[in-house]
């Protein structure tokens, strides 16, 4: 199935101070690129997105100093985990590459703690890009 639209997903946490700023993010750019899908990722559908299309995600990311752009989910470390409910973002990607669920993805990563005001103008510019090169 073909689409037109590129999907963003963005990802965090709305009650955790610092993981909730990809999330501030869907408003503002859906405005600026209305032709394109930005809504809130839920890990459960990842896979079946996955394999439907190319996506993009979008997500803070400790351990970075500047928004970056990562194609390959061997980059992210590992996440500590106490039990089964402490998987990140970086987990889930890991364990739907591993069942083969997994088409091309990239993330686009947000350093924990960024402004919002930075964090926004610097993702725009990498949805520009990635906007850009599809067409």
């Given at each position: 199935m073909q689409f037109k639209k590129t999907l963003f997903l963005f990802?965090?946490?709305?009650?955790?101070?610092?993981?909730?700023l990809a999330l501030s993010l869907i408003?503002?750019?859906?405005?600026?690129?209305?032709?394109?899908e930005f809504a809130e990722g839920n890990v459960?559908?990842?896979?079946?997105?996955?394999?439907?299309?190319?996506?993009?995600?979008?997500?803070v990311v400790k351990g970075i100093g500047r928004v970056t752009v990562?194609?390959?989910?061997?980059?992210?470390?590992?996440?500590?985990?106490?039990?089964?409910?402490d998987a990140d973002l970086g987990t889930e990607l890991k364990l739907l590459e591993k069942a083969e669920m997994l088409g091309k993805i990239r993330v686009i990563g947000?350093?924990?703690?960024?402004?919002?005001?930075?964090?926004l103008?610097?993702?725009?510019?990498?949805?520009e890009k990635i906007i850009s090169a599809k067409s």
């Open positions: 990802f965090g946490n709305p009650v955790v101070r610092g993981d909730e408003e503002p750019l859906s405005r600026a690129f209305p032709e394109h459960d559908e990842l896979g079946e997105l996955a394999r439907e299309r190319e996506l993009v995600l979008i997500d990562f194609e390959d989910v061997d980059a992210f470390a590992e996440a500590p985990r106490i039990t089964m409910h947000i350093p924990w703690g960024y402004p919002e005001k930075k964090a103008q610097e993702v725009e510019r990498e949805v």
